[in-house]
């Protein structure tokens, strides 16, 4: 099992920068591909950016050149700066934690952290 907690979430201006993590704790932190999400009202949940365990990153077409996800193992916390904020990047953004091997795959979600870009 794998506990995810998002923070950093709020509010912040068009152009402006804020900062999410998620602290992951009840396993191996490490073994796992680390990604965010997120879901705007009235639409599905997409993905934005993903670290895998060897910290590979892929991002969104949306977020590219914007955000940055990276990963500190140590602290079991994977991050997203997010920069240049647009109001279409408001939206609930979730953490998701994988791992797969030996045909079995587990995946884990947190709870959400709210981001609004407004002026």
């Known amino acids: 099992q794998v506990q995810l907690v998002e923070s950093g979430g709020g509010l912040v201006q068009p152009g402006g920068s804020l900062k999410v993590s998620c602290r992951a704790s009840?396993?191996?932190?490490?073994?796992?591909?680390m990604a965010w999400y997120r879901q705007a009202p009235g639409n599905e949940r997409e993905l934005v950016a993903d670290i895998s365990a060897r910290g590979t990153t892929k991002y969104a077409g949306s977020a590219e050149g914007r955000f940055t996800i990276s990963r500190d193992n140590a602290k079991n916390t994977v991050y997203l700066q997010m920069n240049s904020l647009k109001p279409e990047d408001t939206a609930v953004y979730y953490c998701h934690a994988e791992w797969t091997g030996l045909s079995l795959k587990y995946e884990y979600w947190g709870q959400g952290t709210q981001v609004t870009v407004s002026s």
């Open positions: 009840g396993s191996i932190f490490s073994w796992y591909d």
